[in-house]
T-cell receptor
Framework: GESVGLHLPTLSVQEGDNSIINCAYSNSASDYFIWYKQESGKGPQFIIDIRSNMDKRQGQRVTVLLNKTVKHLSLQIAATQPGDSAVYFCAEKLGDTGNQFYFGTGTSLTVIP | DTGVSQNPRHKITKRGQNVTFRCDPISEHNRLYWYRQTLGQGPEFLTYFQNEAQLEKSRLLSDRFSAERPKGSFSTLEIQRTEQGDSAMYLC??????????FGPGTRLTVT
């Protein structure tokens, strides 16, 4: 099946530092990507998205970078806060598969106060 | 609360029994999705509705699984003859456009 993977399963950062979460995808036909945050006992929460015709998109304290050459996606969180502790997933949508999104296995981010 | 709601939140059933879960999407959202999530994994797409029409199903979806959205509002997911491998979190999401899906809290199914 499609492969959406994350380089690091866990990440610990000090409060106030910037966090970078990486994601590799395997299908060059993917045209849309989303980052989700999932806290324990809750469903995933949309953070930011990016289309394949872009290489960078910024939100509030978050930036997503897309490198189509190496099929790599990253999520940067500025000034990480304890409330950012969660599991982060990237999801991709293949251009020819309608509305099916494929999720990676997730990175667990722990913010150390 | 105007978010996506799911009921029940937890379900324990014996192998071989049938179970049904309900999802109430955000009221103006015409798109509804079902996913399955196991521990340590990302959600796995099961099926998608636009209004009452089921437009997509995962090819991995067993024929023991069926979903409906009869009036284009709430949806139900039924699993017949449950197996231990069906134990997972079942997530529902809704959206107005194809992106930015809003997820519910999920129904955790345990098959004993």
């Amino acid at each position: 099946g499609e492969s959406v993977g994350l380089h690091l399963p866990t990440l610990s950062v000090q409060e106030g530092d910037n966090s970078i979460i990486n994601c590799a995808y395997s299908n060059s036909a993917s045209d849309y990507f989303i980052w989700y945050k999932q806290e324990s006992g809750k469903g995933p929460q949309f953070i930011i998205d990016i289309r394949s015709n872009m290489d960078k998109r910024q939100g509030q304290r978050v930036t997503v970078l897309l490198n189509k050459t190496v099929k790599h996606l990253s999520l940067q969180i500025a000034a990480t806060q304890p409330g950012d502790s969660a599991v982060y997933f990237c999801a991709e949508k293949l251009g020819d598969t309608g509305n099916q999104f494929y999720f990676g296995t997730g990175t667990s981010l722990t913010v150390i106060p | 609360d105007t978010g996506v709601s799911q009921n029940p939140r937890h379900k324990i059933t014996k192998r071989g029994q049938n179970v049904t879960f309900r999802c109430d999407p955000i009221s103006e959202h015409n798109r509804l999705y079902w996913y399955r999530q196991t521990l340590g994994q990302g959600p796995e797409f099961l099926t998608y509705f636009q209004n009452e029409a089921q437009l997509e199903k995962s090819r991995l979806l067993s024929d023991r699984f069926s979903a409906e959205r009869p009036k284009g509002s709430f949806s139900t997911l039924e699993i017949q003859r449950t197996e231990q491998g069906d134990s997972a979190m079942y997530l529902c999401a809704s959206s107005l456009v194809f992106a930015e899906q809003y997820f519910g809290p999920g129904t955790r199914l345990t098959v004993t």
